[in-house]
């Protein structure tokens, strides 16, 4: 794990409070420093996580802790070929004057078998001087709450006793900076809850007496929220709007 300079502190996002980090950011950060110090080329480490549970948060504030010894990187476009993504990793690795290894963030990526074999190919021909990794690609993948997973990190929406203390004090933070404002930020306050239900009743609540069923905002809003579902669970889902040609999504 990176080592914070004397005087430096953990932000956040903000620049103003400090950064809460999940249980599994120890565990992430010392795969990530084993197979640096490894002999593989191409080498992966799986983050599985719960929405709303932080994966990606966390999997970012990896990525900035590692900026002064990888060189770091995030794949934006899922869409990308995986021959072009690999090119690109492999030219990151030499850019400079030294060659360093590429720590690569990709999310929810459905080629990712088809990434590590083209990078796989890709290593040979790109004149590596010694023997040091080439990529670890830190592949964050969302989980639906009844997965099971034997290997890698799994981020889940429950909190040990440990981070609900420190959401505690995060919110207590955010509150002198923001006052009532604070109210309205539910990502944090729904982790400072534990993901309770009882607190997502409270807020879901007043906002279902002013809907209307037929309101072209609800039925949108039901359209989302049934895509958000699904997506964690790899179906296929038939989008019909009408007006426009029907069109197969996979998610």
Known sequence: ?????????????????????????ESVAKLVNGQRSGHLSVS?????HEPGSGGTTLAMQVLWDFRKKLRCAVLRDSEA????????????????EKQNTVLLLIND???METLRRDLMECVPSSRVGGNIPVVIVLNCMRISGDSRIRNGVTLRTTLSEEEQNQFVEKEAQVRLLHGEQSKGFYGL??????FSREYVQSVIDPVKEG?????PNTQLLS??????????RLLFVE????????TPCAH
């Open 44 to 48: 992966s480490i799986d983050l599985f």
């Open 81 to 96: 070929k995986a021959q072009d993504v690999a090119r690109q990793a492999i030219a990151l690795f030499h850019a400079g």
């Open 239 to 246: 989008i019909r709007v009408p007006g426009i040609p029907w």
């Open 223 to 232: 359209f989302l929220a049934l895509l958000n579902f699904l997506r964690t």
């Open 189 to 194: 306050n729904l982790m400072r809850h534990n």
């Open 1 to 25: 794990m990176a080592q914070l300079l004397p005087g430096e502190q953990e932000m956040g996002p903000d620049g103003q409070t400090s950064f809460v980090k999940r249980d599994g950011y």
């Open 109 to 111: 990526l459905p080629r």
């Open 211 to 215: 809907f209307q069923p037929a309101a």
